[in-house]
């Protein structure tokens, strides 16, 4: 079994930063792209960032030249930091990661972690 767990959110002022950690364990063999998204109350499930196991990285706009996904295969863990937070970026942030294990290729999702920015 494939769990990912997620660390690092809070309650933090405007103009703060953050830094989320998505650790992967469990029967794996190897892990494709990686990824976070966050959602917000009565609103949709959005992709923020994911990265791909060559490294290449993809963000939504509004989240651009703020926030930083990167990973580090060798501790299956994925990383996303976020700077210059606003109160529109308060959101239930999950992570997301294909995994090739011994029960095959999955999509796998974390349990959430709750990121609030104060005004």
């Known amino acids: 079994q494939v769990q990912l767990v997620e660390s690092g959110g809070g309650l933090v002022q405007a103009g703060g930063s953050l830094r989320l950690s998505c650790a992967a364990s469990?029967?794996?063999?190897?892990?494709?792209?990686m990824g976070w998204y966050r959602q917000a109350p009565g609103k949709q499930r959005e992709l923020v960032a994911d990265?791909?196991?060559?490294?290449?990285?993809n963000y939504t706009a509004s989240v651009k030249g703020r926030f930083t996904i990167s990973r580090d295969d060798a501790k299956n863990t994925v990383y996303l930091q976020m700077n210059s937070l606003k109160p529109e970026d308060t959101s239930v942030y999950f992570c997301?990661?294909?995994?090739?294990?011994?029960?095959?290729?999955?999509?796998?999702w974390g349990q959430g972690t709750q990121v609030t920015v104060s005004s």
């Open positions: 469990g029967s794996i063999f190897s892990i494709g792209t």
């Open positions: 997301n990661a294909r995994v090739l294990s011994r029960l095959g290729l999955n999509v796998y």
């Open positions: 990265i791909t196991n060559g490294g290449s990285t």
